[in-house]
């Protein structure tokens, strides 16, 4: 019981020091991250340039080809905007009826143990996700020293 008392603090002491980022952090990385992007796709359109052998005229319809299929991206994005809230509000919902469900079927002491169990395997699935992420970034710029 002790263990499992201590196994949670220190989840909840994890949880809690990685959610101090603050608005400005997110403003600043997504900053960081548009200017990565865009840095990428100069470099990429240089090579294509290089490789394919292209005119200047070429490349500024490549260019232009590229913006627009972004901008169709981002307005299919934002159509779809009000269907993934939509959809969020209804798994939130299913999880509060299932957790007040439980909490009538289960002893205190058992809705707890369950409570705990839940939230450990959350942060595990956590952790699975995020060591995918890390692989897939190894993976890619892995690809890169290959060629």
Request: net charge positive.
């Given at each position: 019981?002790?263990?499992?008392?201590?196994?949670?603090?220190?989840?909840?002491?994890?949880?809690?020091?990685?959610?101090?980022?603050?608005?400005?952090d997110?403003?600043?990385?997504?900053?960081?991250?548009q200017?990565?992007?865009?840095?990428?796709?100069?470099?990429?359109?240089?090579?294509?340039?290089?490789?394919?052998?292209?005119?200047?005229?070429?490349?500024?319809?490549?260019?232009?080809?590229?913006a627009?299929k972004?901008?169709?991206?981002?307005?299919?994005?934002?159509?779809?905007?009000?269907?993934?809230?939509?959809?969020?509000?209804?798994?939130?919902?299913?999880?509060?009826?299932?957790?007040?469900?439980?909490?009538?079927?289960l002893?205190?002491?058992?809705y707890?143990?369950?409570?705990?169990?839940?939230?450990?395997?959350?942060?595990?699935?956590?952790?699975m996700?995020?060591?995918r992420?890390?692989?897939?970034?190894?993976?890619?710029?892995?690809?890169?020293?290959?060629?």
């Open positions: 019981m002790k263990k499992l008392v201590l196994a949670i603090a220190f989840i909840g002491m994890g949880s809690f020091a990685m959610a101090q980022t603050t608005p400005q997110k403003q600043a990385k997504r900053a960081e991250f200017q990565k992007r865009e840095q990428k796709e100069q470099e990429h359109l240089a090579q294509m340039q290089k490789d394919l052998n292209l005119s200047q005229a070429q490349v500024a319809q490549i260019r232009e080809l590229h627009n972004k901008a169709e991206m981002k307005a299919e994005f934002d159509k779809n905007k009000d269907d993934r809230q939509a959809k969020m509000e209804q798994m939130k919902a299913k999880r509060a009826q299932m957790d007040s469900d439980m909490k009538k079927i002893s205190p002491e058992q707890d143990k369950w409570q705990a169990d839940r939230k450990a395997k959350m942060e595990q699935r956590k952790g996700m995020k060591d992420k890390m692989m897939k970034k190894q993976m890619n710029t892995a690809a890169p020293a290959a060629n």
